[in-house]
């Protein structure tokens, strides 16, 4: 009985662990090619359906591109001319809006941009099966099936 316990105590901790890394994992949202002949503009924006994490890779080949990432609580504007990378650790849901401008007006000749965006959703109650799972009740499924796996011997009362 105590085998069997501990063995469901491990599948479950095993599946309640996998179950919160897969609310984790980033899923693109934008992943997009262009070019940017001199003096064009290439305006994107992007709504989070709730907070989480943006991640963006800009890959830019030619001469270079101002960047401009402008959001609640965040703005950036820099000069890109090979590979960039940027996160904003707390991008706000629902009615928010991020705006991401690739500009080529200050450039002579033509850049071809590569845009990536990622979005790792923030849940709270993530940690909470992790840890559970993989502190709690693993040990103690694995504690269990081995002290179910040997036998006790039995007590017999001698009487003298």
């Known amino acids: 009985m105590t085998r069997d316990v501990g063995i469901v105590l491990v599948i479950f901790g095993i599946s309640l662990f996998l179950l919160s890394m897969t609310f984790t994992r980033p899923r693109t949202v934008i992943d997009t090619a262009f070019s940017l002949e001199s003096g064009e503009k290439y305006p994107t924006d992007y709504f ?44 706000y849901g629902w009615d928010h809006v991020y705006f991401f401008a690739f500009d080529n007006t200050d450039g002579d000749a033509e850049n071809h941009v ?11 109650f993530v940690a909470c099966p992790s840890l559970l799972g993989s502190f709690l009740l693993l040990p103690l499924g694995f504690i269990l099936i081995l002290r179910g796996s040997h036998p006790r011997k039995k007590e017999t009362n001698r009487s003298d």
């Open 114 to 124: 590569e845009f990536v965006l990622e979005e790792s959703n923030i849940y709270p």
């Open 48 to 91: 989070p359906p709730r907070d989480c994490v943006l991640k963006g890779k800009v890959s830019v080949e030619g001469e270079g591109i101002n960047l401009t990432v402008a959001g609640p609580d965040y703005s950036l504007n820099v000069f890109v001319d090979s590979y960039f990378n940027f996160t904003i650790d707390r991008a």
